[in-house]
Nanobody
């Protein structure tokens, strides 16, 4: 299994927005449920959002109403639109299947300044 490759992170102020992208190559992508996870310094990796292969989304309560997950099966891409960012959203963000079955990628750093 090939590890996903995440991008799109950066430094933003509180209330700002970012759009993360993930490319997950492989013939099974279009039939796989995918998800975003994040890990803040000193904390366990946690679930952020998921999307089924038929595009049904699910969100952690901490991001519901602010984040939107989407996918483009033709491009093997998963996206995470993050609005109204808060300092507590600061973390390294990863994508993987849901549940995770692929090697973890490098992730993309999101830093929200207060």
């Amino acid at each position: 299994q090939v590890q996903p490759v995440e991008s799109g992170g950066g430094l933003v102020q509180t209330g700002g927005s970012l759009r993360l992208s993930c490319v997950a190559s492989g013939r099974t992508f279009s039939s796989s449920d995918m998800a975003w996870f994040r890990q803040a310094p000193g904390k366990e990796r946690e679930f952020v959002a998921a999307i089924t292969w038929i595009h049904t989304p699910k969100y952690a309560s901490s991001v519901k109403g602010r984040f939107t997950i989407s996918r483009d099966n033709a491009k093997n891409m998963v996206y995470l639109q993050m609005n109204s960012l808060k300092p507590e959203d600061t973390a390294v963000y990863y994508c993987n299947t849901n549940p995770p079955t692929r090697p973890w990628g490098q992730g993309t750093q999101v830093t929200v300044s207060s």
